[in-house]
């Protein structure tokens, strides 16, 4: 029988040379990996010395900024610890030690009639700072902003005073006809008393006709003061629902004695305000008087407060007549009115205190729908 041989896998390869080319191949891979890896961790580390030189011109560019800057800078971490000052943090509240609570040094701050705006007392004078944080959106840390406005706010107020005087000065000829009525009628029932033949009830009646004019001056004279004066003399922190009780319990009286339906509602619970209180219940007294002359006999006059979110409203609603949209633009303009008894500064009087406590007073009337006046008060930061 012939024999028969298998012929090799390749013929033309031997074993041994099939196994040396499949790892030589294998060894230029791994050659040409290494080197693309070389190359790749050496132009990363190129590109993170580039950003690392970048971090560091932008934190000089920052620490510059921040020392330039007029406001002063407080980085506060998330427990509320101060972890960084600028300049001028440090010129307004000291120096402070890192990781100090920043809860430790707001409680220096006395609150004000402006939402925002803050009294820091201090061996130099007081001074009004303005006052607003922030969050970074990871949440780990704070900034608040802290502006000296002393010399803005003090500019403001000279302002507001320069303007109430401008106001006088251009009523001037208005007021001396309004005193010189009164005054003329007093005298003229003050000389009539000196006439012998007048019987006991005739004396008595130009007597009381004489004080009621005086009595009118003296109210004159004293609204003049307060729209002079502007702003309040002293503030303190009570109750608004009380503050109501009081004023309607004091025109109860004046209500009753013209069949007038009047109500008072609060439903503020325990809320209080930090202002001049006698000079808020005078100015929603003269709300309410105005709301007596116009409602008349046998009217309806609702004063209510409420609160909206980060303000307290109080709303005096009437049912007089209305009034005509061009006389509500002359409103509160000191000196005007439509009643012959009336001095004109009320209204005048009670947005001056509107706008002392950080507020105002608006106005909502159709003819034949009555009127509400709205005086709307900003509410204090408790913290």
């Not at 509602?265 to 209080?272: N, P, S």
Request: with cysteine.
């Amino acid at each position: 029988m012939p024999t028969v041989t298998k012929p090799p896998a390749n013929p033309s390869l031997p074993k041994s040379d099939a196994g040396a080319s499949i790892q030589g191949m294998d060894a230029a891979q791994l050659a040409e990996a290494f080197t693309l890896f070389a190359r790749a961790s050496e132009e990363l580390s190129s590109a993170y010395n580039a950003l690392q030189g970048q971090v560091s011109q932008l934190t000089e560019r920052l620490n510059v900024l921040m020392g330039a800057l007029p406001a002063g800078v407080v980085v506060c971490n998330r427990e509320g610890r101060v972890m960084q000052m600028n300049r001028a943090a440090t010129s307004m509240l000291g120096t402070v030690d890192t990781l100090t609570p920043w809860s430790g040094i707001s409680a220096r701050f006395l609150p004000t009639e402006t939402p925002g705006e803050v009294i820091l007392r201090g061996e130099g004078g007081d001074r009004r700072l303005s006052l607003s944080e922030a969050s970074l959106e990871s949440g780990d840390e704070s900034i608040v902003l802290l502006h000296d406005i002393t010399e803005t706010h003090r500019m403001r107020e000279q302002a507001e005073r320069h303007e109430r005087l401008a106001a006088m000065g251009e009523m001037v000829a208005g007021l001396a006809h309004q005193l010189r009525t009164p005054l003329s009628a007093a005298m003229l029932y003050t000389a009539n008393l000196r006439q012998a033949e007048l019987s006991l009830l005739d004396r008595d009646r130009l007597a009381d006709r004489a004080i009621e004019r005086l009595r009118y001056l003296e109210r004159l004279i004293r609204d003049m003061l307060l729209f002079a004066r502007g702003d309040s003399l002293g503030r303190q922190r009570f109750e608004v629902c009380e503050l109501i009780r009081e004023v309607a319990h004091t025109l109860e009286p004046l209500a009753r004695s013209r069949s007038i339906d009047f109500r008072a509602e609060c439903d503020c619970g325990d809320l209080t305000l930090h202002g001049d209180r006698k000079a808020l219940g005078g100015a929603v007294t003269n709300l309410l008087d105005n709301a007596f002359n116009a409602s008349g006999e046998r009217g309806c006059v609702l004063v209510s407060v409420t609160r909206h979110d980060d303000r307290v409203e109080f709303r005096v609603a009437d049912s007089g007549p209305g009034i005509e949209p061009a006389l509500q633009q002359r409103l509160f303009e000191p000196f005007y009115t439509t009643r012959a008894e009336g001095t004109g500064l009320g209204l005048a009087i009670a947005r001056g205190v509107a706008r002392g406590h950080g507020g105002d007073i608006a106005v909502a009337s159709r003819p034949g729908e009555g009127a509400v006046f709205t005086l709307s008060l900003p509410l204090q930061d408790e913290s």
